[in-house]
């Protein structure tokens, strides 16, 4: 474990090497990437072939089974526009299941976990290319049940995050503070090095898949999910640490998503936040119709917030 000061090192050593490689990428370039107006970054620009500006994934976790699966892939039926990005992320036995059940309706199929070597003598790993053979198109890395139970640091995520990006699969990184670190006043600290060195060396070439979710860990399960106004402050933040370590548009540009006892009610309040790109939804993914209704509400709040200006 690093202490404070090496971890503080670290974070400096890497925001360095960024803008280093952010210097000679403008150096380079005709039209610098950070050519940033003045004031807040817009929210939901489309990123022309990036993602659309509306993510919303599940996070299925250690749930479901072969026959809940073909159900609930059979009864899913979420709308199909340009404008909206739906992910499951089942247990890996379920990925080409899954995939297969969904046909051709307008759903993304995730991995939770991943090992970053192609292949090799890792007993009970599966590598990028077996995702991407199962039919994944997206990988959550990172999540805090990996990092809580499974010793997972920044430093193990960011080879995994390479290699995600390496083979073509979305990344969804996970940060979020414990209790006590919110209660500490360290919340964007915490984010701020568990983002820095998960990205560590993944230059401003490679990063334009990525996805991050914002998911505070007395948010995750508990039924207590941050405010709007705290999902939004700490949204800012990352947006602004991404503009730190690579530019305007790539902040601008990458989705960022809430998870934490997101429901069917409280869906609509945070998908009108500005920096709330979507969610990463685990309890309320599990029944096609409350995990439709999460989609719907963000949808319909995102309208009446868009017509009301
Ligand atoms: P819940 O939606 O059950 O709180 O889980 C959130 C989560 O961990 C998603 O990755």
Known sequence: MMDDEELAKVVRDVVLSK????????????????????GTIPRHTYAEAGNPPLIVAANWKMHMDKRSTTEFAQAFDPPA???????????????????????????????QNMHPEPKGPFTGELSP????????????LGHSER???????????????AAALGAGLA???????????????????VVTNQLTLSLNRISINEVRPLIIAYEPMWAIG???????????????????VLKQLYSYNVA???????????????AGDLAIQPDVDGF???????????????????????????SQG
């Open 222 to 240: 508990t039924g207590r999910n941050a405010t709007p106004e705290q999902a939004q402050e700490v949204h800012a933040h990352i947006r602004e």
């Open 252 to 266: 601008r540009d990458t989705r960022i998503l809430y998870g934490g006892s997101v429901k069917p009610d409280n």
């Open 81 to 111: 526009r340009d404008d909206l990005g739906v992910v499951i992320c089942p247990p890996y036995y379920l990925l080409s299941l899954l995939k297969d059940a969904l046909g051709d309706k307008p759903v993304a199929v995730g991995a």
């Open 171 to 189: 990344p969804i990184l996970c940060v979020g503070e414990t209790l006590d670190q919110r209660e500490d006043g360290a919340t964007m600290r």
């Open 129 to 140: 290319l077996m995702l991407a053979d199962a039919g994944c198109s997206h990988v959550i």
């Open 280 to 306: 990463l939804v685990g309890g309320a993914s599990l029944k096609p119709d409350s995990f439709t209704e999460i989609i719907r509400n963000a949808l319909r709040a995102l309208e009446k917030d868009g």
């Open 19 to 38: 803008l280093q490689e952010k210097q000679a990428q403008d150096a380079l370039s005709a039209s610098p990437e950070d050519t940033s107006p003045e």
């Open 147 to 161: 990092r809580k139970n499974f010793g997972e640091t920044s430093e193990k995520i960011n080879p995994k995050v």
